[in-house]
């Protein structure tokens, strides 16, 4: 009984065994823990990019919260200057006359730092934000505020219409000395050609020529490394990847050295982390050719008043950081001319074949002689575009003799 009960257990149990071995062949084990191995690291390797895409920005904008209201300068104030807009003010010192400190392009109040605070010992001297920078927050165009249909965003037509209503709205003694360093020496121009009665002094700190947007050595500079390098820095903020890098060490700020405060330093790493502050830093330079061309219409429809002076500091280059190759003396530069005769044509080409330092050089000499014929040409020695915060004991000194000569004038008077 044992062995019949016993045999067709044994034949169910092949038959079992060969109706499982097909599909043990096919999918062994081994091979299905594998698969679910593999899956797993996968979906675990996507997460982690998730998370390296989301935490980051997400952190910096919490950070960003906090830091904006914690690094506002003690000493600044913010300016409601009507049409729904504010703009950040600092000023340090007291007297006349009233020093006006307008930045390059794309950068905050800070590269005045050390200028500022030199001058301030002698009378006022006041720094601010231009629209979308620092701590002046940019507001997003709408009809109520309507400057936009006149003068473009960013550009420096919209930059003095905002001065003006910050002085006004400051009630910032007049008549007042303007200086400015690229953008800001065309938005000191602008300013001066228009509000001329406001102004006694101008002071143009490496003015760009307003016709070098024609050149193309220029246009491969500017559009070629010097607006992409602000591109970079805006995608970098705003992925959160810029402060990472100011964690690392791989990203300082622009004013540094011993006197400079742990606030200024801190606020400097603060708007390299600003999406916002580096959005607006590309617009400035985006727009640039046209405010150029604003000035230069500008200066041909209402001719500087001749109660304005008007000073003019200028390095030894323009930028030291411009490409070898842009920067190279061509086979018509003036050593080469000098070196043969070419006929007329071959000279008139020689012009817009320097190298970019002697090409903007020489464009600036014309604009002054035009523009600007009377004023004071201050060179200093070492020096480029940066020089505010890389020379300003130089830029300092400067202007303290100028205030030094208003003051002398006033009491006089």
């Known amino acids: 009984m044992r062995r019949r009960t016993e045999a067709p257990a044994s034949s169910n149990e092949a038959d079992n065994a060969d109706k499982k071995g097909p599909d043990q062949r096919r999918q062994s084990p081994a091979e299905a823990n594998g698969g679910v191995s593999y899956r797993s690291v996968l979906i675990n390797l996507g997460k982690c990019l998730l998370l390296i895409i989301i935490i980051p920005p997400f952190l910096n904008y919490a950070s960003l919260q906090r830091e904006g209201q914690m690094?506002?300068?003690?000493?600044?104030q913010i300016v409601d200057v009507g049409l729904g807009q504010k703009m950040h003010l600092l000023c340090k010192g007291q007297g006349k006359p009233v020093v006006i400190l307008d930045s390059p392009t794309g950068m905050s109040s800070d590269v005045w730092f050390h200028v500022q605070e030199s001058v301030a010992t002698l009378t006022k001297v006041c720094?601010?934000?231009?629209?979308?920078?620092?701590?002046?927050?940019?507001?997003?165009?709408?009809?109520?505020?309507?400057?936009?249909?006149?003068?473009?965003?960013?550009?420096?037509?919209?930059?003095?219409?905002?001065?003006?209503?910050?002085?006004?709205?400051?009630?910032?003694?007049?008549?007042?000395?303007?200086?400015?360093?690229?953008?800001g020496a065309f938005n000191g121009r602008f300013y001066s050609h228009i509000h001329d009665a406001q102004v006694s002094d101008l002071v143009l700190i490496d003015p760009i020529p307003e016709d070098v947007f024609e050149e193309d050595q220029w246009?491969?500079?500017?559009?070629?490394?010097?607006?992409?390098?602000?591109?970079a820095r805006q995608f970098s903020a705003a992925t959160g990847l810029s402060r990472m890098l100011i964690i690392l060490g791989?990203?300082?700020?622009?004013?540094?050295?011993?006197?400079?405060?742990?606030?200024?330093?801190?606020?400097?790493?603060?708007?390299?982390?600003?999406?916002?502050?580096?959005?607006?830093?590309?617009?400035?330079?985006?727009?640039?050719?046209?405010?150029?061309?604003q000035v230069r219409d500008i200066t041909k429809f209402k001719p500087l008043s001749s109660r304005v002076s008007v000073s003019v500091i200028t390095g030894d280059s323009f930028d030291e950081q411009v490409p070898a190759h842009l920067n190279q003396v061509s086979a018509f530069s003036p050593q080469a001319l000098n070196a043969r005769r070419l006929s007329d044509t071959a000279r008139a080409h020689s012009e817009s074949s320097?190298?970019?330092?002697?090409?903007?050089?020489?464009l600036q000499r014309k604009f002054l002689e035009e523009s600007y014929p009377s004023a004071n040409q201050i060179h200093i020695k070492g020096a480029d575009r940066?020089?505010?915060?890389?020379?300003?004991?130089?830029?300092?000194?400067?202007?303290?003799?100028?205030?030094?000569?208003?003051?002398?004038?006033?009491q006089s008077e």
Do not use: C
């Open 354 to 362: 320097l190298p970019l330092h002697q090409m903007v050089a020489e």
């Open 219 to 231: 246009k491969e500079y500017w559009y070629g490394k010097v607006l992409p390098t602000f591109q």
């Open 250 to 293: 791989a990203i300082e700020p622009t004013v540094k050295g011993e006197n400079v405060s742990e606030e200024v330093v801190q606020r400097q790493k603060y708007l390299l982390s600003n999406p916002a502050h580096q959005s607006s830093a590309v617009d400035e330079h985006y727009f640039l050719n046209e405010s150029a061309a």
């Open 127 to 183: 720094t601010y934000d231009r629209m979308g920078l620092g701590f002046s927050k940019r507001l997003m165009p709408n009809e109520t505020t309507g400057t936009e249909k006149v003068w473009g965003m960013s550009t420096t037509g919209r930059m003095v219409d905002d001065l003006h209503r910050l002085i006004q709205a400051a009630s910032i003694a007049k008549p007042f000395i303007l200086v400015g360093s690229e953008l």
């Open 71 to 76: 690094l506002l300068p003690k000493d600044g």
């Open 386 to 410: 940066r020089m505010i915060y890389k020379k300003p004991s130089a830029v300092s000194q400067q202007l303290r003799r100028l205030v030094n000569q208003r003051q002398a004038k006033q």
